[in-house]
C-alpha cells in the first residue's frame, strides 16, 4: 500500500509527460538524484573515508548541474549510517578531494574521472549524456532509470559494494 | 445425484483460456490515467531502490509503480504485504484484496471471485469468470473457465505483486476477464540473487522452499528454485474425515536478459507435480509444465514492443476409475505502445493461441468428441486521449474469435479526470463475455449408460454490460482512500435446462439474464512510522431471473450463491527494526441460497529478524474458530485453523 501513496503523485507526473514529451522530463531527474543518496547504504568506504562517524557524507557534482534544487529537497534530514547528506558544487575534481559520491553529468566529466581512479570515491555518470566513466552509470531501459556497476573499477577505488546493489544493476563489468 | 457427480467433474474435470495480456496485465490500464501537474523527489523518499528501479518515466511503457492510479477498481497486494501476512498460498493471499470473495472448500479447492457470480457447485454450476495470470500466462483451465488453484503456486517471496481489478477488463485480455482480473507478478532474478532457505511447519500443515539466484554473464542472471507443500485432511460439516489431505511439488527457473540498453529478454518455467487424496474413486495426480519467453524492445522514443509466447501442459488424472485429461497449450503475443502526437497514446496488439484437450472419460462423464483442437485469436487497439488540463479518454475494441461461437466485439470507453494532485475520478462503460468451453458444449455425463447431462449445442456468450464510476484520493502522505460503484446488466447466463416430456437429458443454455450493483471501498492510513491500519468493504446486490421460454428447472440461485457484504481489517505494527506484528480480521456476511452463516476469521504474523541472513516467524489462519464452514456443507468441507512456526534463511 505504501505503493499506491507514492503513486499519486506520480502518475501525476507520468501524465504531464504524455502531454508534452518534448519538454524536459523532471521525474528522470527526481529519480537520479534519489538513487545518488540510495545508493549509499549498499557501498562501503575504507574507514579513512569518515572522519567521525557523525561526519557528513559529501555528495559532489561536478559540472553542469542537472538536478538544481531537487537534489537538496531530496537529501534534507536524511541520514546515511549516522551521517547527515552534504551536497557540494564543484568546477573541477582532484585526488584527495572532498567527497564520498561524485556525479559528473556531461561527457567532460570521463576525463576528470580518470584522474580519480584510485580514490575512495563513488564515481557517478549518466550514460544517456556520454557518461561512460563512472563505477555506477545510469541508463534508460523500457522506460525506467537503470544503473550499470562498473565493479572493478569501485575495488580499484577500494570500494565494496553489495551483492544486493550488483544484483538490481543491469549489467555489472567485473 | 446430479450434485455429486458434477462436482466430482468441476474438481476432478478440466480446462481452457482467453487472452492474456503481457506483463503486468493491469499495466494495460495504466494509459488510461489522467494527465495532471507535477510533482517532487519528496514522493520518491520512501521508495526502496528496487521501487525506485521501476518507476516509469514515460507514461506509454505503462508504469506498474503507477497503476495504482490508473482508472479502475484495482487493489495491489504488495511483496511486503504478502511478507507479512503469514499467506503460503496463492488463495490465502488473495484474502488480502478487498475486491475479490475468497472461500475455501477443502484443504486444496477455493472459490475466487469479483463481484459476486460465484457460482453453486449444488446446482452444478461452478467459478468461472475470472481471468488470472501468472507472469503472463493465462492460468485458467480453457476446459471449463475456471481455475484449478491446486495447480498454481509461486514462491512467496519470488512475487513482486499481485494486481486484482475487479470488474471487466475484457477489452485488453480478452474473454474471460468478465468479473475480475487477477495478475501476478514475480521478481526479476537480478532482485532475487543468492541463496534462500525457508520452510513453515505446523501441526497440519508444511511447506518448504530452496532458491539460489545468481549472475551469468555482465547482463545475465537466473534463479532456481524448488518448493513443496503437504496439508492434512479437512473435516466435512458432521466433523467426519473428508480424506482430502494432499501433497504438491514445484520447481522452476527464471532467466533475464538486457542485451543492450533497449532490450529486455525473459526465459522461465515451471514443472509441478501433486496428489489429492479422496475419499472413494481413487486420488487425483496433478501435472503442469510450462516455458515462456518475453522480449520487450524499446525505442528511444519511448515506444514498445513486447512478443511473448509461452507453451503449457496441465494434466489431471484420477487413478482408480480411468479420468484423465490434459491440455496443451501454445501462446503467442504481440503488443506495442507509442505516443500519436502530443496528447495521444496508442497501445495496439494481437495474438493467437491454439489450445489441444485430450479426454480419457469413464461411465459417469466423457467428451464428444474426447480430443480437439481450438484456435483462439484476437486483435485489439487502445487510444487515450489527453483532450483537457488534468483530464482523459481512452477508447478501446478487442475482435476476438472463438472456436465456438464466431468474432466477439469487446468495446470500452474510459474516462478519467484529475482536478487536483490528489483526486482521481474515473468512469467507464465495458462489454464482457465469458465464451463457451468444451465444458459447455461438448460434455456428456451419464447414468447406467444413459446420458444425464449434455453439453448444449446451442450454448453460446454470457454477457455483461458493465458500468463502473469511482475515484482516488490521496488524503495526506499518510492516508489514501478508493471507492468504486458499478451496475452490471447481465444477459444470456448459463442455466441447466431439461428436454421437454422426458426431462433427461439435461443440457446447458443461456436461460438467465439479471443485473447487480455494488460499492467496494478500501483505504489505509499510517499513524506512525511503525503502525499502518487499512480497512475494506464490499457491498453486492445481485437479482437473476429466467428468460422467456426457459424451464426453470433449477432456481436463479444457480448463478451465484454471494456474500452481499464483506470486510476487513488490517493493522501493521513494528517494533524497533527487528519485530513486525501484523493482523488480518475478515468478516463474511451469509450465503443466501443455500444458506451459510455469516463469519469473522482472523490471520497473522509475528516475524523476528535476528540478524541481516535468518528470519524467525510465527504465523496462523483462521484463528478464530478451530474450524468454520465458508460454503454449504453438501459441498465443501470446513475451514481449518492453521498454525506455522517459520524460518527463512538468506545467504
Redesign the interface.
Known sequence: MAHIRVCVGLLALLATTASAPAVAQPIEYAIKASYLYKFAPFVQWPPTAFASPTAPLTICIVGPDPFGKMLDDAVRGQRVNGHPIEIRRIEAVHPGIACNILFAGSEAGNEMLRAMAHEPVLTVTDRSHGGTGGMIQFVTIGGRVRFAVNQAAAEQGGLAISSKLLGLAVSVTR | MLIGQEESVGSKGAFLIRHAGIGPAVALL?SC?????????????????????????????K?S??????PAAIF?I?H??IQRSGATSLPEMLRLAPNLYVAQSSSNTYTITARGLSGNPGLVNFTNKLLVLIDGRSVYSPFYSGVFWDMQDVLPDDIE?IEVVSGPGATLWGANAFSGVINITTRRS?????LLVGGDAGARARSGELRY?G?LG??L?ARIYLRGLSEDETLNASGASAHDDWWRLQGGFRLDW?PG??D?VTVQGDVMNGRIDAATGGDTLTRNRNLLARW?H?QK??S?YELQAYYDRSAREITQNGGRLWIDTYDLYLQHNN?VG??G?LVWGGGVRAYRFNTVGNDSIYFLPPKRTLMLADVFAQYGW?FAPGA?LTLGVKLEKDPYVGTSVLPNARLAW?PA??L?LWASIARAVRSPTPFDRDVVEAVNQKPLLIGGAAFRNEKLTAFEAGT?I?AS??A?FSLSAYYNLYDDLKALEITPITTVPFYWANALKGHSYGLEAWG?ISLARWW?L?AGLSLLHERFAFKPGATRFLGANQVGNDPSRQATLGSSFNIGRTISIDANVRYVGPLPDPVVHSYCELGGKIGWRVNDHVQLSISGTNLLHKWHQELPGDVASQAPRTILAGLKWRI
Open positions: 495504466l490515467a489522467a494527465p495532471a501537474g507535477a510533482q517532487s523527489v519528496e514522493d520518491l523518499r520512501d521508495l526502496s531502490l528496487e521501487e525506485l528501479a521501476n518507476v516509469s518515466i514515460s507514461s506509454v511503457s508504469s509503480e503507477a497503476l495504482a492510479d490508473a495491489v504488495t511486503d504485504d505483486r537480478g532482485e532475487t540473487q543468492g539466484g549472475r555482465g547482463n542472471t538486457t540498453e533497449l529486455a520487450t524499446s522514443d519511448g514498445a505516443m502530443t496528447k497514446d489527453a482523459k484529475k494532485d490528489a482521481l482516488r490521496q502522505s499518510a489514501s489505509d499502518k487499512r
